[in-house]
């Protein structure tokens, strides 16, 4: 198992395959881009699916979710998922995505065992959509979703991040677009862990903020049809349901303390929080010869010293060095 001082386990763990991306998300890194991570210090395909089935065999691990940058960009995806989905206990696959490429492979992707995928999205508006991430790919999204649906992968979770004076106008057409197509909606608080660390608090729209743009429209009742558990969104029944919506405040109602997360670089490092300072190496240890229960016994370490949350509510927080770019969703 992966226990933590505070009795936490970790059993979610979040891959991030590469850093790079397609799209320039404004709330994520700069329009020209980022010094991308070396290719030799990357994982290979091989190292991963290692990393992965010792987490599974031997740390208590059963959901693996896909994460970037943009997982789509890494080419061999769909045999990564197939291997992992191989692992027993099999435990369960989601990708996040920026949906641009679930056209061309949702199908195969699901063949390969995915289960399920989270789409970012923050906007219905091409031009706004131009302008938060750089690049006229909205229609892509868009039948990425509709391909994803159409491929079985089940639920469809849209994730979308209002930016004040930017989309923040959105929260309800984009609800009633994901009811029409029955997608299942979360907002997310923006974060600070923007590469340009330009992040500003008053800039963030928050929770309360959404759910009272939403409220105007809808009727929202807590859900507690299901215990949120470790589940990072709060939802609420959407006009008596079934359908629902999520909000995940990070920063104004942080859930640090139920957190089952842990994380995977695309360069092997063990980040046991987001918003971790520090990291463990296994890319290290794995290349020189390591054996599984040593690197299991390393990554037992990382976690055991996670903290007690993310600290952004603390006047000492620091931002980490490492871009969400490079760290994954
Ligand atoms: S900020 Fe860190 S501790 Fe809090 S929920 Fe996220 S990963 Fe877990």
Same mark, same amino acid.
């Given at each position: 198992m992966l226990p933590d001082s505070f009795g936490r386990i970790a059993t979610d763990l979040r891959v991030s395959l590469t850093d790079r991306c397609n799209l320039r998300c404004a709330y994520c890194m700069p329009p020209e881009g980022l010094d991308w991570l070396p290719a030799p210090d990357q994982l290979t395909d091989d190292e991963v699916v290692r990393l992965i089935r010792i987490g599974v065999e031997r740390l208590g691990i059963t959901e693996v979710r896909f994460t970037g940058g943009e997982p789509l960009l890494r080419r061999g995806l769909a045999g990564i998922v197939a291997r992992t989905a191989a692992l027993r206990p099999r435990p369960e696959i989601s990708l996040t995505t920026n949906g641009i490429g679930l056209?061309?492979?949702? $199908?195969?992707?699901? #063949?390969?065992?995915?289960?399920?995928?989270?789409?970012?999205? *923050?906007?219905?508006?091409?031009? &706004?959509? !131009?302008?938060?991430?750089? !690049? *006229?790919?909205? +229609? /892509?999204?868009?039948? @990425?979703?509709?391909? #994803?649906?159409?491929?079985?992968?089940?639920?469809?979770?849209?994730?979308t991040v209002l930016m004040r004076d930017l989309n923040d106008d959105e929260a309800v057409p984009l609800l009633r677009f994901c009811l029409d197509h029955g997608y299942e909606l979360r907002f997310i608080e923006q974060m600070p862990l923007d590469a340009q660390h330009g992040?500003?608090?008053?800039?963030?729209?928050?929770?309360?903020?959404?759910?009272? #743009?939403?409220?105007?429209?809808? %009727?929202? &009742?807590? /859900?507690?049809?299901?215990?949120? =558990?470790?589940? +990072?969104?709060?939802?609420?029944?959407?006009?008596? =349901?079934?359908?629902?919506? @999520?909000? %995940?405040?990070?920063?104004?109602?942080?859930?640090?303390?139920?957190?089952?997360?842990?994380?995977? &670089?695309?360069? =092997?490092?063990?980040?046991?929080?987001?918003?971790?300072?520090?990291?463990?190496?296994?890319? @290290?240890?794995?290349? #020189? $010869?390591?054996?599984?229960?040593?690197?299991?016994?390393?990554? !037992?370490?990382?976690?055991?010293?996670?903290?007690?949350?993310?600290? %952004?509510?603390?006047?000492?927080?620091?931002? +980490?060095?490492?871009?969400?770019?490079? %760290?994954? $969703?």
């Open positions: 056209t061309r492979t949702a $199908g195969t992707l699901r #063949a390969a065992g995915l289960d399920r995928v989270n789409v970012s999205l *923050d906007t219905l508006r091409p031009e &706004t959509f !131009r302008k938060l991430a750089r !690049r *006229d790919r909205l +229609p /892509d999204v868009l039948d @990425g979703l509709a391909a #994803a649906a159409a491929a079985g992968l089940s639920p469809v979770k849209v994730n992040w500003k608090r008053a800039e963030m729209v928050t929770a309360q903020e959404m759910l009272a #743009a939403l409220g105007r429209e809808f %009727i929202l &009742t807590p /859900d507690d049809s299901r215990q949120r =558990g470790s589940a +990072p969104a709060e939802a609420f029944l959407v006009d008596g =349901g079934p359908a629902r919506v @999520g909000v %995940i405040a990070s920063v104004t109602r942080p859930f640090c303390g139920t957190c089952d997360r842990v994380r995977l &670089t695309a360069d =092997g490092q063990v980040r046991n929080c987001l918003f971790a300072r520090s990291e463990s190496d296994l890319r @290290g240890p794995l290349r #020189a $010869g390591a054996d599984d229960a040593e690197l299991a016994g390393a990554w !037992r370490r990382a976690v055991a010293v996670k903290l007690p949350g993310h600290g %952004i509510n603390d006047p000492s927080f620091l931002q +980490p060095d490492r871009p969400m770019s490079a %760290i994954g $969703g």
